[in-house]
Each structure stands twice: as structure tokens, then as C-alpha cells.
T-cell receptor
Framework: DGGITQSPKYLFRKEGQNVTLSCEQN?????MYWYRQDPGQGLRLIYY???????QKGDIAEGYSVSREKKESFPLTVTSAQKNPTAFYLC??????????????FGEGSRLTVL | AQTVTQSQPEMSVQEAETVTLSCTYD???????LFWYKQPPSRQMILVIR??????QNATENRFSVNFQKAAKSFSLKISDSQLGDAAMYFC???????????????FGSGTQLTVLP
């Protein structure tokens, strides 16, 4: 089945450690996105990529990094510079045309907890 | 910049009844898009309905419809004949026009948790 796969679903990290969240899609979508979800705050955009080897910062990019070496993959690294990394992270994708209409396809998310 | 406000953190509705979720937004753009997304307990977000600002007719998708008041910058979601499967967090979202720097970036509200009572 086509879709977006995020892994791991749950991740625990010690302070000061970097961690990478995986996002893979087999929908042949050009655009991919990372959102952070905190209780009572909705979703906030971290990074997005419209094509391979290109990405732009979203509203809360500080402390995060991404890469887009392949069309189907858009991993997110949460670095030790991120002061409050405990959150639920959602990856999404869209075809170029769908980006005009806002229809994003989401993964099931990854919950990161910093101990 | 666009902002989206959902003033109802929680709502409940009796099964088979109708419920309306509120959303207001702020934008300086004349052309934009508005959406309602649903996040069930599985946490996977699903698009429920979309509205293009230049269209005066309110969008409908089966039991879901919107009341789009452009002058008031209001975009409410009405769910008719509520079903147990409608229980979820509902997010209102907006997107700027393609010509703007905010193109392809959705701005989300804080969400409304809907409970459906049997």
C-alpha cells in the first residue's frame, strides 16, 4: 500500500544526544514536510522540501536539521541544540499540484521523549 | 504571516446530532486556502474538507460542510449526523497563495477535541 512510514514510533533520548527520525514515502510525491505537535499548540512547521537536494526552514527550524538526498526520504535530526525536543513529530508529503490545495498526506508520527 | 485560532479546545456531541466547530483566521492575502484536518486516536492526520477563498459557495463533503464568512474571516466546520468514528482532534488550517512566500506552508490552529457520545 502507498503511504508514509515514520520510524521509530517511540524514541527516548538522553540530554545532549542527537537523534534522527526517519520518514519514507512511496507515493512518488515531490514535496515533504516535518511538523512538530505539542499539546494545545497545534502543528508547527520545522522544515520542508519541494524537490530533491533542496529544503527550506519552517517556523521553528532552530535545533533541527534535514536532508533530502532521495525523493522518497526526508530524515529529521533533532540535535542537542534543540532546547525542548520532547514532542510528537509528524512527517507529511504532497504532490506538487496538491501543494496548491493544501492536501498533505501524513505519517503516523514519532514521539520523542528526552530523559 | 497567517494566524489561525480555534477557541474551543473541547466539544462534545450526541451521536446522530449536529455539531459546529469554530475557526477564525487572519491574513493579509486576498487569495488563500482554508482546510479542516482530522486527527483520530491513531494520530494520522486526514484532510476532511477544503475551501478556496475566491469561491463564495461553501464546500461540502458528505456529512461535513463549512460556513465560510470571508469578511469576518471565519471558517466553521459543521458535522451532521455525528458518528462515533468522528471522534477526533480537528484542526483548522490555512495556506497562502502560490505567489507568496508562504505558499505550500500550512498554518494550523491549536485544535478542537471532539467527543461523540453514544
Amino acid at each position: 500500500d502507498g503511504g508514509i512510514t515514520q520510524s521509530p514510533k517511540y524514541l527516548f533520548r538522553k540530554e545532549g544526544q542527537n537523534v534522527t527520525l526517519s520518514c519514507e514515502q512511496n507515493l512518488n510525491h515531490d514535496a515533504m514536510y516535518w511538523y512538530r505537535q505539542d499539546p494545545g499548540q497545534g502543528l508547527r512547521l520545522i522544515y520542508y522540501s519541494q524537490i530533491v537536494n533542496d529544503f527550506q526552514k519552517g517556523d521553528i527550524a532552530e535545533g533541527y536539521s534535514v536532508s533530502r538526498e532521495k525523493k522518497e526520504s526526508f530524515p529529521l535530526t533533532v540535535t542537542s541544540a534543540q532546547k525542548n525536543p520532547t514532542a510528537f513529530y509528524l512527517c507529511a508529503s504532497s504532490i506538487a499540484e496538491a501543494a496548491r490545495t493544501g492536501e498533505l498526506f501524513f505519517g503516523e508520527g514519532s514521539r520523542l521523549t528526552v530523559l | 504571516a497567517q494566524t489561525v485560532t480555534q477557541s474551543q479546545p473541547e466539544m462534545s456531541v450526541q451521536e446522530a446530532e449536529t455539531v459546529t466547530l469554530s475557526c477564525t483566521y487572519d491574513t493579509s492575502e486576498s487569495d488563500y486556502y482554508l482546510f479542516w484536518y482530522k486527527q483520530p486516536p491513531s494520530r494520522q492526520m486526514i484532510l476532511v474538507i477544503r475551501q478556496e477563498a475566491y469561491k463564495q459557495q461553501n464546500a461540502t463533503e458528505n456529512r461535513f460542510s463549512v460556513n465560510f464568512q470571508k469578511a469576518a474571516k471565519s471558517f466553521s466546520l459543521k458535522i451532521s449526523d455525528s458518528q462515533l468514528g468522528d471522534a477526533a482532534m480537528y484542526f483548522c488550517a490555512s495556506m497562502g497563495p502560490i505567489s507568496s512566500g508562504s505558499a505550500r506552508q500550512l498554518t494550523f490552529g491549536s485544535g478542537t477535541q471532539l467527543t461523540v457520545l453514544p
